[in-house]
């Protein structure tokens, strides 16, 4: 058992050792053939599955609750026009409606020159803008184009840098029921990559109902945490909604005593940032910054389907808030003993 880390105000309380052989490259199939590591919240017990087998764990009248973004080709490496040396920019989002710019992390940010051109393709060239926080950069497209017909074009799926060996396709890095009219996120919501439409009917069979929010997911999920001391984290904002149908149905839920599940931490931040602002889960759009640490009082979700998450990151504090702090490290731990697999196409755990 981990000696625990008393001081949760501390980045370095949320760290652990992982060999990288088990950040996994490529996911399992089917989808819903890895493994499971069943937490129940607050305790120390746990159990060993595989995913098919959490239609054992919820019950009739459970509702899960999934974000349907779908990921944005979002990088795109270019060429400077001045030199020929290549550029990576990763588009984040539009700098505002109507406009031609786009705010983008660049590489080499720093090196480059406000004014700088970067040839894309053989059709255009971008210009890389204004130095903004964090080393974000403000970038032009010319008139007469249209972003987001360029960066379709010329884009690729951004997985994350730990993934450095796949022979996945990009499809794999969406979720079977990621939306079309919802590419807007640059990471997936790796939490609902285990679920097949296979599965998902048969929970509904079982009683088990499911509906959708969307979180588009940005620099506010995935940003690492440099900072010491955990509460002087910046988050970064990121856009959510919840529809009329979901609002409902969760209202339905609590009003008969079930179980509201959260397909993912960016679900969980969704419907808690609703709840924080209006008091109740109710149909809308909001920016968030909600940073859930230790602490925190959940107030809709009552189980949690989550990957297994970074060191030192706010996806492992915030499933260590609604599991408890030590009992998500020691399952880490014993994750790591039992050979789990990691991060994005990796297992994953389910808290109840």
């Known amino acids: 058992m981990t000696e625990i880390n008393s001081d949760l105000s501390r980045t370095s309380a949320y760290d652990y050792v992982l060999p990288k052989e088990l950040i996994a490259q490529d996911p399992v199939e089917p989808r819903d053939s890895s493994r499971l590591l069943v937490v129940r919240r607050g305790t120390l017990q746990r159990e060993h599955r595989i995913f098919h087998d959490i239609t054992e764990y919820l019950m009739p009248g459970d509702l899960l609750v999934l974000n349907d973004t779908r990921v944005l080709p979002a990088r ?65 497209f010319p008139e007469g184009t249209e972003p987001l017909e360029i960066i379709h074009r010329f884009g690729e799926t951004p997985l994350p840098r730990y993934i450095t060996d796949t022979t996945s396709s990009p499809e794999r890095y969406q979720t079977v029921y990621a939306k079309k009219e919802k590419e807007n996120s640059v990471a997936a919501p790796t939490a609902g990559l285990h679920f097949t439409y296979d599965l998902l009917d048969l929970l509904r069979t079982g009683g088990v109902e499911h509906c959708f929010v969307t979180l588009q997911v940005g620099l506010g999920t995935f940003r690492p945490v440099k900072t010491e001391i955990v509460a002087e984290h910046n988050m970064h904002s990121e856009f959510c909604e919840i529809p009329d149908e979901t609002a409902q149905k969760i209202k339905e839920a609590k009003r008969r005593g079930s179980r ?20 109740e889960v109710r149909p809308g759009m909001l920016d968030t910054r909600l940073f859930i640490t230790p602490g925190f009082s959940f107030s809709v979700i009552d189980g949690l389907v989550t990957n297994f998450h970074l060191p030192k990151s706010t996806l492992l504090m915030l499933v260590s808030a609604f599991a408890g702090y030590r009992s998500i490290m020691d399952a880490y731990e014993e994750a790591v003993e039992k050979r789990y697999r990691f991060f994005s196409f990796g297992d994953a755990m389910l808290i109840i």
């Open 76 to 140: 795109i490496i270019g060429v400077k026009m001045d030199g020929g040396a290549k550029v990576e920019v990763f588009f984040l989002r539009p700098a505002g409606n109507g406009t031609k710019e786009w705010i983008a992390l660049v590489r080499p940010g720093r090196k480059l020159k406000k004014g700088t051109r970067v040839s894309i393709g053989d059709c255009t060239d971008i210009t890389i803008g204004e130095h903004l926080e964090d080393g974000l950069r403000r970038i032009s």
């Open 260 to 279: 509201v599940v959260a397909v993912g931490t960016t679900v969980v931040r969704t419907l808690e940032s609703f709840a924080k602002e209006y008091g």
